[in-house]
Nanobody, 115 residues
């Protein structure tokens, strides 16, 4: 059974850091890419960052210089290091991949940035 599982969310003060993990299992091959999206309360889901199998990384402007994605080795695991967090980074963070035109999403992990 293919699935993506996120972990590492929690409550952090502004300026703090969190490290999220996404484990994609059940795929008998190395994925071409894994992306992170987030959804704030009352807002639409938005793109955060993507890493592909050639280690090319694409960041949303809102997180450039603060977030760092790494991983996507043969074990299909990626990490998202989030530094200098702001209240507007609050939301549920989802990882996503796509295989043969089918999108696979995790259930998300909640990140709350608040004092």
């Amino acid at each position: 059974q293919v699935q993506l599982v996120e972990s590492g969310g929690g409550l952090v003060q502004p300026g703090g850091s969190l490290r999220l993990s996404c484990v994609a299992s059940g795929f008998p091959f190395r994925l071409r890419f894994i992306s992170w999206y987030r959804q704030a309360p009352g807002k639409e889901r938005e793109f955060v960052v993507e890493i592909n199998s050639e280690n090319v990384k694409t960041y949303a402007d809102s997180v450039k210089g603060r977030f760092t994605i790494s991983g996507l080795n043969a074990d299909n695991t990626v990490f998202l290091q989030m530094d200098s967090l702001k209240p507007e980074d609050t939301g549920v963070y989802y990882c996503k991949t796509e295989v043969r035109g089918i999108s696979y999403w995790g259930k998300g992990t909640l990140v709350t940035v608040s004092s």
